[in-house]
Nanobody, 118 residues
Framework: QVQLVESGGGLVQPGGSLRLSCAAS????????MGWFRQSPGKERELVAT?????????IYTGSVKGRFTISRDNAKNTVYLQMNSLKPEDTAVYYC??????????WGQGTQVTVSS
């Protein structure tokens, strides 16, 4: 089993920044990719960004966040980050950290609320 714990959400004004963190523990060897997803009221959960645990650390971003969000990892700390800049009201959602193998995400965190509002 893998446990994922997110932190870093909160309220921010449009144009502001937040950094989310996701600390992984447990059977880390059972995951080779991690990602951030989000879900806002009335909408389905959507992928925001993913990163592999390989040496290259390949990343994928959904189109609406490209150029604004950056996913990164610290293997020594078993932690994945999501740096969010130039935040918009439409980024408001509950953000979930996920871990899995070959893009199949089996492990999920509890979620952290991000609210972008003036």
């Amino acid at each position: 089993q893998v446990q994922l714990v997110e932190s870093g959400g909160g309220l921010v004004q449009p144009g502001g920044s937040l950094r989310l963190s996701c600390a992984a523990s447990g059977s880390i060897v059972s995951i080779n990719c991690m990602g951030w997803f989000r879900q806002s009221p009335g909408k389905e959960r959507e992928l925001v960004a993913t990163i592999t645990n390989t040496n290259t650390g390949s990343t994928i971003y959904t189109g609406s966040v490209k150029g604004r969000f950056t996913i990164s990892r610290d293997n020594a700390k078993n932690t994945v980050y999501l740096q969010m800049n130039s935040l918009k009201p439409e980024d408001t959602a509950v953000y979930y950290c996920a871990g899995g193998w070959a893009a199949r995400y089996n492990y999920w965190g509890q979620g952290t609320q991000v609210t972008v509002s003036s």
